[in-house]
């Protein structure tokens, strides 16, 4: 037995909700949500984590990494614009997002609660698309200012996050899209955007709880909700698109992701982790430091001086991270990885790497490398950096730098490369 609905009196009386307004800002979104979803894929996959367990930090994804591939190293900026997109993106969507859930309110309230199976569906993918909304947008803003406030790995919580509320939406667009389809041909937008508050008059009742029953008198137009929505976006764009566009952006960027230090000099750009914070001492880094490279059952180790003396490379690549910012290319120079897996027999074909950093804990001190990526002749153990050593805080004496892999897989203070290896347990 199907009951109709009876609408709910009280605080939600603006005459602007209605099936009209609800489709504007869900057609905005139908647009953004899946190019987010898309673009937040492609930088997981960046990681290469069915590589190795040390690269996975989502390892119970199942079925749902059947999309996975190896992340390749052309073009170099590939990374730099996917999760440049992604961070501002999502970012510039929030005001929209918020928005939509205003728009919305009324239905969480409307009475009774279920009316039929369809209905109760319908309500069900409602709860999950405002929960894994604002869970993600959340999230997602907190892992950009660095503030991990929520129990659990981000990256675990966001992915699981992302695959429910993508269902949500997908279920939300299949129940909802017929009466959409009509909302948005009920008016025409221009006229829309012509129509003065004077003249804004509520739509005409839906049967679904948006429209109210006793509408209060408009203070503002649909043409100025839709704008101060879309002056929220713009203001977000340039409070934050600096961080991956670069140039005079860069300087507007007051949403790039607090604490970050920046170094000076030739080494003047942003550091995500410095040695202090990685617990990385001077003696560690210091005269006794030295680079070991396995491989193939042989074992190399170099000093500072005599890694310097191997045949040198300078390779423009940016550095590209997880919270969206990212810098201009740098001019690194070092020893390629290939060269450095001929040192241990590895002189055709090189294989892939594992790659360990003097830092003892923390997340990311090792990482696994493709093949793809040692051959790849842009892929450095640098040391110097735009004509300069490199500062400790940016992996002096020796950090990774490949093209298009995410910032953390670029490795600093590395003292061992084992060839043939994807984990602790293969170069033992």
């Given at each position: 037995?199907?009951?109709?609905?009876?609408?709910?009196?009280?605080?939600?009386?603006?005459?602007?909700?209605?099936?009209w307004?609800?489709?504007?800002?869900?057609?905005?979104?139908?647009?953004?949500?899946?190019?987010?979803?898309?673009?937040?894929?492609?930088?997981?996959?960046?990681?290469?984590?069915?590589?190795?367990?040390?690269?996975?930090?989502?390892?119970?994804?199942?079925?749902?990494?059947?999309?996975?591939?190896?992340?390749?190293?052309?073009?170099?900026?590939?990374?730099?614009?996917?999760?440049?997109?992604?961070v501002?993106?999502?970012?510039?969507?929030?005001?929209?997002?918020?928005?939509?859930?205003?728009?919305?309110?009324?239905?969480?309230?409307?009475?009774?609660?279920?009316?039929?199976?369809?209905?109760?569906?319908?309500?069900?993918?409602?709860?999950?698309?405002?929960?894994?909304?604002?869970?993600?947008?959340?999230?997602g803003?907190?892992?950009?200012?660095?503030?991990?406030?929520?129990?659990?790995?981000?990256?675990?919580?966001?992915?699981?996050?992302a695959?429910?509320?993508?269902?949500?939406?997908?279920?939300?667009?299949?129940?909802?899209?017929?009466?959409?389809?009509?909302?948005?041909?009920?008016?025409?937008?221009?006229?829309?955007?012509?129509?003065?508050?004077?003249?804004?008059?509520?739509?005409?009742?839906?049967?679904?709880?948006?429209?109210?029953?006793?509408?209060?008198?408009?203070?503002?137009?649909?043409?100025?909700?839709?704008?101060?929505?879309?002056?929220?976006?713009?203001?977000?764009?340039?409070?934050?698109?600096?961080?991956?566009?670069?140039?005079?952006?860069?300087?507007?960027?007051?949403?790039?992701?607090?604490?970050?230090?920046?170094?000076?000099?030739?080494?003047?750009?942003?550091?995500?982790?410095?040695?202090?914070?990685?617990?990385v001492?001077?003696?560690?880094?210091?005269?006794?430091?030295?680079?070991?490279?396995?491989?193939?059952?042989?074992?190399?180790?170099?000093?500072?001086?005599?890694?310097?003396?191997?045949?040198?490379?300078?390779?423009?690549?940016?550095?590209?991270?997880?919270?969206?910012?990212?810098?201009?290319?740098?001019?690194?120079?070092?020893?390629?990885?290939?060269?450095?897996?001929?040192?241990?027999?590895?002189?055709t074909?090189?294989?892939?790497?594992?790659?360990?950093?003097?830092?003892?804990?923390?997340?990311f001190?090792?990482?696994?490398?493709?093949?793809n990526?040692?051959?790849?002749?842009?892929?450095?153990?640098?040391?110097?950096?735009?004509?300069?050593?490199?500062?400790?805080?940016?992996?002096?004496?020796?950090?990774?730098?490949?093209?298009?892999?995410?910032?953390?897989?670029?490795?600093?203070?590395?003292?061992?490369?084992?060839?043939?290896?994807?984990?602790?347990?293969?170069?033992?």
């Open positions: 037995m199907r009951f109709p609905p009876r609408p709910v009196s009280g605080p939600f009386r603006s005459p602007l909700r209605g099936p307004l609800t489709s504007v800002f869900g057609s905005v979104l139908l647009v953004g949500l899946p190019v987010l979803f898309v673009t937040g894929l492609l930088s997981y996959a960046a990681y290469n984590p069915d590589l190795s367990h040390i690269n996975d930090q989502t390892p119970g994804k199942g079925l749902l990494g059947f999309y996975l591939f190896s992340w390749p190293t052309h073009p170099y900026w590939l990374y730099r614009l996917t999760q440049g997109i992604h501002t993106l999502g970012i510039v969507l929030i005001p929209i997002l918020l928005a939509k859930l205003w728009s919305v309110v009324p239905k969480l309230f409307t009475l009774p609660p279920v009316r039929s199976l369809g209905h109760a569906l319908e309500r069900l993918s409602l709860l999950l698309l405002v929960g894994g909304g604002l869970f993600e947008f959340t999230t803003v907190l892992n950009v200012q660095l503030d991990y406030l929520f129990p659990g790995s981000f990256y675990t919580l966001h992915f699981y996050g695959w429910v509320f993508t269902g949500a939406v997908a279920a939300h667009v299949a129940l909802r899209m017929p009466q959409a389809v009509r909302a948005l041909r009920s008016r025409e937008f221009r006229a829309e955007l012509r129509t003065s508050t004077a003249r804004t008059r509520p739509e005409p009742a839906d049967g679904g709880g948006l429209v109210a029953a006793h509408p209060a008198e408009p203070t503002m137009s649909r043409r100025g909700a839709l704008g101060m929505a879309g002056l929220g976006s713009l203001v977000l764009f340039v409070l934050t698109a600096g961080q991956s566009i670069g140039g005079p952006l860069r300087r507007t960027a007051l949403l790039a992701p607090h604490g970050r230090d920046s170094g000076s000099g030739p080494n003047g750009f942003p550091i995500n982790k410095t040695a202090l914070k990685a617990h001492r001077p003696q560690d880094i210091g005269e006794d430091w030295r680079l070991t490279v396995r491989g193939n059952g042989r074992t190399v180790r170099l000093t500072l001086g005599q890694l310097q003396a191997l045949a040198r490379h300078t390779a423009a690549l940016p550095i590209a991270c997880v919270e969206g910012w990212s810098t201009e290319n740098q001019h690194w120079q070092g020893v390629r990885l290939r060269d450095l897996a001929a040192l241990v027999g590895h002189h074909d090189p294989p892939g790497v594992f790659v360990e950093s003097v830092q003892l804990a923390g997340s001190r090792a990482v696994a490398l493709r093949a990526q040692v051959r790849d002749p842009r892929s450095l153990l640098a040391t110097n950096v735009n004509g300069a050593p490199l500062s400790p805080d940016h992996g002096y004496p020796a950090r990774i730098i490949v093209p298009d892999a995410p910032g953390v897989m670029s490795t600093k203070w590395v003292r061992q490369l084992t060839f043939g290896a994807t984990d602790f347990e293969e170069r033992a």
